[in-house]
């Protein structure tokens, strides 16, 4: 099992910088890709951007140039450093821990946090 904590979420204004961290515990050996995504409300869960275990990144093409992903294999935390943040990415963040197996994928989640963006 991982157990996912996330902190850094908040309320800013329209133009503003978020930074959102995760630490995961547990069987963390294995994880292959971390990352974070967001739900808001009435709308499914999206990919904002992941990280590999190689360091690729991906991200989705509404947050490109804003946000940036980075994983602190030490310390077991992934980071998500949001900037010009827009009313549109009001969500609630769910950090992300994924690990394939043989049989699938499994996927952990954490228990998220609220961004809230006001124009």
């Known amino acids: 099992q991982v157990r996912l904590v996330e902190s850094g979420g908040g309320l800013v204004q329209a133009g503003g910088s978020l930074r959102l961290s995760c630490a995961a515990s547990?069987?963390?050996?294995?994880?292959?890709?971390m990352g974070w995504y967001r739900q808001a409300p009435g709308k499914q869960r999206e990919l904002v951007a992941n990280?590999?275990?190689?360091?690729?990144?991906n991200y989705a093409d509404s947050v490109k140039g804003r946000f940036t992903i980075s994983r602190d294999n030490a310390k077991n935390t992934v980071i998500l450093e949001m900037n010009s943040l827009k009313p549109e990415d009001t969500a609630v963040y769910y950090c992300?821990?994924?690990?394939?197996?043989?049989?699938?994928?499994?996927?952990?989640w954490g228990q998220g946090t609220q961004v809230t963006v006001s124009s």
């Open positions: 990280i590999a275990n190689g360091g690729n990144r």
């Open positions: 992300n821990a994924l690990k394939y197996y043989s049989t699938g994928r499994g996927d952990y």
């Open positions: 547990g069987s963390i050996l294995s994880i292959n890709v």
